[in-house]
């Protein structure tokens, strides 16, 4: 058993400050992923700081948006009546991922940080550059059926697995972090990273930052959405792909068009220049099969997941379908 220390922070500034000096103290909210890892020696934290006491537990209404805590549980976020009424498309993906059980113990920031679910990370016996750097990529030619196809290197072809994340990538959520050095917002597309050199890295944060909030800007994109995720099972199981859609709509022509996927890429995947293609384009389904094609462009599937070049692209056609009222959901 790895031994470690504990510590609850009672505020913000003697948590990060408990962190920073310990290159391996971790932060430790709702604990659903944290403590799985420890329990496989896939991570050996030497401290954990408890920052539930933290005063980060609020949902508020901003005159431009939403600010929610760092530690509201991804349950509260999915059932709030603000969240359903400006930003239902969050609603939906966090409603999509995990368990009931789950969902009422992890928290937002914790979400934000989730570590990938490629088996070759939680066998400490395999190589796996994400677990131990230099050690190889298990994936690149193991079973890599739930693997990227956007946005790999040859260090590291894992994904995102959070649902969360992606909606937050449609919306432009901005992640506010408190650290040695002050606060500071940080655009969610600058959240996540991709492997590159450097896959044991998952995000832009710096030593000892911690996650106090995300705020959500308010938009046209609470009506027209869909979040549509494909798995092996209906429930409790991480997305093969996923494709997230908000259509700013006037009539029949699409103003603007969010659009995201999940399931795909180390990071949550924004299809900008789909977006770019759809704007001011009729609802139609010619329109969203060209967008599809444009959203695959640069896409690269390895031995075990070819089936994603196909599923990626029908899966996002079906969701404008939804969100465009032309398809049931
Ligand atoms: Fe590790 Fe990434 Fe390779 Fe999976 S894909 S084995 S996480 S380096």
Redesign the pocket.
Known sequence: MNQFQYNKANEPHSAVKLVAKDPDAHFLAGGTNLIDLMKMGVVNPTKLVDINHLPFSKIEKLPHGLRIGALVSNSDVADSELVKAGFPLLSQAINAGASPQLRNMATVGGNLMQR?R????FDTT??????KPGS?????E?I?RM??IFG?SD????VNPSDMNVAMRALNATVHVSGPKGARGIPIADFHRL?GEQ?ELDNTLKNGELITAVELPYSAFNKNLSYLKIRDRTSYAFALVSAAVALHLEGETIKEARLAMGGVA?KPWRLSAAEEFLKGKMVSEGNFRQAAQIAMKGAKAYQYNQFKLKLAPNTLIQSLRIASGIAAS
Request: aromatic share 8%.
């Open positions: 990938t490629c088996p070759y990370f395999l190589p796996c550059n994400k677990r190889g990529c298990g994936a690149l193991g890599n693997h990227a790999a260090q590291c072809i894992a492997p896959p180390h």
